[in-house]
């Protein structure tokens, strides 16, 4: 498995504000991505965070509104901008370590609420 | 496109009660289908990768099978402790592409 530690586990935000969540692993790993599960909800995949270079977004997300970074192997940040109260939700780091290994493990999430 | 459904939604069981939950589920050529529990207010906690129709894998009181069509999490004589939403998810041959989740079944064990 993998250790993964997620900041901060919970937030209230005003509307308008941002906050950036972060994701440090205890081992480096092949592939990171960032999920969000809304209220009652199954897990929606935001983005693929890539080593180095800009995340791959899946289709209603956007870079303006989730920058990502992952400058290294082992840590990845995900920005929530411009907040507004549909935002709210618990996002969530996943980790792949690659190769023979294809779980997946997660952080135990950051629970947003914006007001 | 890949899809994922879990059925039941909700499932209620008396302490003992044996039970199935199924995860149903379209790919693009199977790499791997995934169950997760997961409690409220935490992240998924990974349970069981299966590979190939036929495949069956064990953990205390859950068994994971799984067919071309179907994945089956059985849960024989749960305990309270079992209750938890539980996830199945796919992931496809094609490159290292993420899992696509279903909705979860919401499990609740009564003692």
């Known amino acids: 498995s993998a250790v993964i530690s997620q900041k901060p586990s919970r937030d209230i935000c005003q509307r308008g504000t941002s906050l950036t969540i972060q994701c440090q692993v205890d081992s480096q790993v092949t592939m990171m991505f960032w999920y969000r599960q809304q209220p009652g909800q199954s897990l929606t995949l935001i983005a693929t965070a890539n080593q180095g270079s800009e995340a791959t977004y899946e289709s209603g997300f956007v870079i303006d509104k989730f920058p990502i970074s992952r400058p290294n192997l082992t840590f990845s940040t995900l920005t929530v901008s411009n907040m507004s109260p549909e935002d709210s939700s618990i996002y969530l780091c996943?980790?792949?370590?690659?190769?023979?290994?294809?779980?997946?493990?997660f952080g135990q999430g950051t629970r947003l609420t914006v007001v | 496109e890949d899809q994922v459904t879990q059925s039941p939604e909700a499932l209620r069981l008396q302490e003992g009660e044996s039970s199935s939950l199924n995860c149903s589920y379209t790919v693009s050529g199977l790499r791997g289908l995934f169950w997760y529990r997961q409690d409220p207010g935490k992240g998924p906690e990974f349970l069981f990768t299966l590979y190939s129709a036929g495949e069956e894998k064990e953990k205390e009181r859950l068994k994971a099978t799984l067919t071309k069509k179907e994945s089956f999490l059985h849960i024989t004589a749960p305990k309270p402790e079992d209750s938890a939403t539980y996830l199945c998810a796919v992931q496809s041959r094609s490159g290292n592409t993420p899992l696509v989740f279903g909705k979860g079944t919401r499990l609740s064990v009564i003692a």
């Open positions: 996943s980790v792949v370590r690659g190769g023979v290994n294809t779980e997946a493990f």
